[in-house]
């Protein structure tokens, strides 16, 4: 290829020329960018950003009170009205009927039907006794007759006065006694066999109970004309311990009175004699 061809037009332009314009273009757009840049940072300010506000929560501590109970209002009760009292009236009492007596004809009738019906009793076979001897029959009156046939002027005074004279019930203590309502004779009377009708016993001293003692006590005293005992005294041998219960008990002895022609007489120099025994 020759020169001529190489330095064509159509395919290369000189190389000089292009430079240049590239440069001139390049500074065209740089001034042309620059203008632009300058207009907007006059004409664009960036918007001041309000501060942001603070905002204060205030707290505030508060105390519940208890719940107050609900007071129900008290309901009045209502008063009760008495009623009133109605008059009672107790019933007349109703005199009752006496019943009608029945005839009397009834009760025969009735009466011989009960004896009709009643059975014939039996007739009780009743055992043969043996007859005694003759002999035990014979003593047995015989004895009889003898006190039958015995006159009352034998039996000794004494026992004629028991006999006739009644029984003191009101003794506390019967003893057998010697009654001389009819004693005329005084060499008949026994201060020994002068008794009381009515006697107490002594009370048995706690002490004595005690040490386990036992004894006798003879108490001599006169005997009044109203059967009263006077001035009684303890003889020797008694022991301390026993002398207060027998006088005690010696005064409530109760004689009957000694009649001597039929006047009483005081008796002396009767004597009592008391027991302690522990059982």
Same mark, same amino acid.
């Given at each position: ?19 240049? #314009? ?25 918007? $001041? ?10 707290? $505030? ?26 008059? #009672? ?23 011989? +039907? #009960? ?8 007739k009780e ?10 002999? #035990? ?5 015989? $004895? ?23 029984? =003191? ?23 020994? +066999? ?19 003692l036992e004894?006798?006590?003879?108490? +001599?005293?006169?005997? =009044? ?46 004597? =009592? ?7």
């Amino acid at each position: 290829m020759t020169d001529a061809g190489f330095y064509d037009d159509r395919f290369l332009t000189p190389p000089a020329e292009n430079d240049g #314009v590239k440069t001139s273009t390049l500074l065209l757009v740089g001034l042309f960018h620059l203008a632009m840049a300058g207009l907007l940072l006059n004409s664009w300010s960036p918007a $001041q950003q309000d501060e942001p506000k603070l905002s204060t929560i205030k707290i $505030q501590m508060l105390r519940l009170s208890k719940p107050v109970p609900e007071t129900k209002p008290v309901e009045p009760v209502p008063m009760a009205i008495p009623e009133p009292v109605q008059p #009672v009236f107790e019933p007349t009492p109703v005199a009752p009927k006496k019943p009608e007596p029945k005839p009397v004809v009834e009760n025969e009738l009735t009466f011989k +039907r #009960v004896e009709e019906k009643k059975p014939t009793p039996k007739k009780e076979v009743k055992p043969k006794l043996e007859k005694p001897e003759k002999k #035990v029959v014979e003593k047995v009156v015989k $004895q009889l007759e003898k006190r039958v046939s015995q006159p009352a002027e034998t039996l000794p005074k004494p026992a004629l006065a028991q006999q006739s004279k009644p029984i =003191n019930t009101a003794a506390k203590t019967p003893v057998k006694q010697y009654d001389s309502l009819n004693d005329d004779a005084s060499e008949t009377f026994s201060v020994e +066999r002068y008794k009381p009708i009515e006697k107490q016993a002594p009370e048995y001293p706690r002490g004595a109970l005690r040490k386990g003692l036992e004894g006798d006590c003879t108490v +001599r005293y006169t005997v =009044n004309t109203k059967g009263d005992v006077e001035s009684p005294e303890v003889l020797a041998n008694c022991h301390p311990l026993f002398k207060k219960p027998s006088l005690e008990a010696a005064k409530t002895f109760r004689y009957s009175p000694r009649m001597v022609n039929g006047h009483a007489v005081a008796v002396n120099n009767v004597h =009592n004699t008391f027991e302690y025994r522990i059982h």
